[in-house]
């Protein structure tokens, strides 16, 4: 079975600091994955995807992601943090051969420290 | 392009009543999905439709059921409201095709009196 899981349920920075929010992928397959950011009483905004066709993945607002196999990983980075990076982090596999399901992981509050 | 919107954005439900939540995806998409959020059990996967069949389903009693129409709209229902129904409930939709990205909606806040 596919699942991701997130190590550190919070995080803090300081503003310009580098992001690092840690995400690890279980998968017998070649996992389709996910970042997703979630701001306070909103939905959920798609950061970027990996879907096999590169190793190295850049998002909106200057995120990036990097699948590593030999890890099992796909942590997600920012060189410099703004404080509008605060906000609840989840990473997410898609699962099924079929459909659009998707499973997260529990999730990492960042806050940026000004 | 419009993104998904869900309806109503806030609900109050007394325990026992049942609810209806609607959800409009983005124009073109034909995947819904629904997804239960709360803060013990973070985000679970209630049900996936596709051109108004039910195409995966999460693990969920019987009380939680949904569809979608034509127009690619769907409502999810909630009958015999428990407690623990309490969550924010997000509608997401996706292209055509398996295991794309999913947009999300702002969600409706549900809260069980």
């Known amino acids: 079975a596919q699942s991701v899981t997130q190590l550190g349920s919070h995080v803090s920075v300081s503003e310009g600091a580098l992001v690092l929010l840690r995400c690890n992928y279980s998968s017998s397959v070649p996992p389709y994955l996910f970042w997703y950011v979630q701001y306070p009483n909103q939905g959920l905004q798609l950061l970027l995807k990996y879907t096999s066709a590169a190793t190295l993945v850049k998002g909106i607002n200057g995120f990036e992601a990097e699948f590593k196999k030999s890890e099992t990983s796909f942590h997600l980075t920012k060189p410099s943090a703004h404080m509008s990076d605060a906000a609840e982090y989840f990473c997410a596999v898609s699962r099924g051969r079929t459909g659009n399901q998707f499973y997260f992981g529990t999730g990492t509050s960042l806050t940026v420290i000004p | 392009k419009a993104g998904v919107t869900q309806t109503p954005r806030y609900l109050i439900k007394t325990r026992g009543q049942q609810v209806t939540l609607s959800c409009s995806p983005i124009?073109?998409?034909?995947?819904v999905s629904w997804y239960q959020q709360t803060p013990g059990q973070g985000l679970q996967f209630l049900f996936e439709?596709?051109?108004?069949?039910?195409?995966n389903k999460g693990n969920f009693p019987g009380r939680f059921s949904g569809r979608q129409f034509s127009n690619s709209r769907s409502e999810m229902n909630v009958s015999t409201l428990e407690l623990g129904d309490s969550a924010l409930y997000l509608c997401?939709?996706?292209?055509?095709?398996?295991?794309?990205?999913?947009?999300f909606g702002q969600g409706t806040r549900l809260t069980v009196v």
């Open positions: 124009s073109g998409h034909r995947s």
């Open positions: 997401a939709s996706s292209p055509q095709g398996a295991r794309t990205e999913a947009f």
């Open positions: 439709y596709f051109s108004e069949t039910q195409r």
